[in-house]
C-alpha cells in the first residue's frame, strides 16, 4: 500500500444466511465483492439506497462483524501501537437521540473513549478542545448537561466531539444528518468540512442522500445490491454519471434540490 493509502477493502463478500427468526425467505448477500480505498484526508462518500449495505460495510470497518471473504487492510495510522480497530476508527451514529446515554454528562460522554484508550485518567482539556472543534461553546455551560437538555444538532455535535476527542485515524459517519432538520444538517456537513481541512480528519460519509455526498466527499461510491456500481471522483459523479442507477438517483434529487 502506497503511503497516502489508510484502508484497503478487497472483495469483501458478507451473507446473512436465512434462520428459523428471519423474515426473509433466502440469504441475504449484503456485500457482494466490495473493493475500495480509503486515502489519508480524503471524505469517501458511500452512497446507494436503504439495504444496498452502507452499514454492513460500516460494521465491518468497525470489527463489528467480520467477512465471509475477502479482505480489510489497514496502513499508516498514526494510532498503529494500538492494536485493536476501536481508537483508530470512530463512528458518528445517524440518530443523536438514541447514539448518546441518557444517563451520562456531556463530559463523560466525550471523555468515555478516552477513558477506554487511556485506562480511567483522562485529559480533561482534551475534552473542552474537542466541544470548542465542534462549536459548544463555552464549553462551561455543556460539560455538566444531559443530551436531553440539548437539541438534535447540538447532540450531533456531542457525538461528534466524542468521535474526535481520541484524534482517530478515521471517522465514519453513518447517515449523520438525516435526522435532523434541514439547515442543522449544513451546518454538520459544514463542520465535518472544516474538521476534514483544519485537522485533516479523513470520513468515510455514509448516507442515502446524493446532494449531501456531492456537498462534501472528495469521492463518491455508488452501492446497489451490496456492490459499488460506480465510483470516481465528486465531479465525475455528479457531472459524468455512468451507471443508470447514479443517473436515477441524481435527476431525483435535482428534482428537490437545486444546488446539484
Ligand atoms: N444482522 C443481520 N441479519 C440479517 N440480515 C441483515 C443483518 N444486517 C443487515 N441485514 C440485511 O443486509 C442488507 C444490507 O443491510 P445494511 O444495513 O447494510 O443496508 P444499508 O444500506 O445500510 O441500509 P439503510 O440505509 O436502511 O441503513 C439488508 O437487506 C439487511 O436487511
Not at 473493493?35 to 462518500?45: Q, V
Not at 452499514?55 to 501501537?81: V, Y
Not at 477506554?116 to 480533561?124: L, S, T
Not at 470548542?132 to 447532540?155: A, W
Request: charged share 25%.
Amino acid at each position: 500500500m502506497n503511503e497516502q493509502e489508510l484502508i484497503r477493502m478487497d472483495n469483501l463478500i458478507k451473507v446473512f444466511k436465512k434462520n428459523f427468526f428471519s423474515r426473509k425467505s433466502s440469504d441475504v448477500v449484503a456485500l457482494d465483492g466490495v473493493s475500495l480505498l480509503l486515502n489519508k484526508g480524503e471524505i469517501l462518500g458511500i452512497i446507494g439506497e436503504s439495504g444496498c449495505g452502507k452499514t454492513t460495510l460500516a460494521k465491518l470497518l468497525l470489527g463489528l462483524l467480520k467477512p465471509d471473504s475477502g479482505t480489510i487492510t489497514f496502513a499508516n495510522l498514526k494510532n498503529a501501537e494500538y492494536d485493536v480497530r476501536k481508537p483508530v476508527v470512530q463512528v458518528i451514529f445517524q440518530d443523536p437521540y438514541d447514539s448518546l446515554s441518557h444517563l451520562m454528562t456531556i463530559e463523560e460522554i466525550v471523555a468515555e473513549p478516552c477513558i477506554i484508550k487511556h485506562g480511567e485518567a483522562y485529559d480533561a482539556d482534551k475534552v473542552c478542545k474537542a466541544l470548542e472543534s465542534v462549536g459548544l461553546t463555552p464549553t462551561d455551560e455543556y460539560l455538566n448537561k444531559y443530551p436531553h437538555t440539548l437539541s438534535g444538532g447540538q447532540r450531533q455535535r456531542v457525538a461528534i466531539a466524542r468521535a474526535i476527542v481520541t484524534e482517530p485515524d478515521i471517522i465514519i459517519a453513518d447517515e449523520p444528518i438525516s435526522m435532523l432538520d434541514a439547515s442543522i444538517g449544513v451546518d454538520i456537513l459544514n463542520l465535518l468540512l472544516d474538521m476534514n481541512e483544519k485537522m485533516g480528519v479523513t470520513f468515510l460519509f455514509i448516507t442515502h442522500d446524493i446532494a449531501a455526498a456531492a456537498y462534501i466527499c472528495d469521492n463518491i461510491a455508488v452501492m446497489k445490491e451490496g456492490k459499488v456500481v460506480e465510483y470516481g471522483t465528486r465531479k465525475q459523479i455528479i457531472s459524468g454519471c455512468r451507471h443508470k442507477y447514479t443517473c436515477t438517483l441524481l435527476s431525483a434529487a435535482r428534482g428537490e434540490n437545486a444546488v446539484i
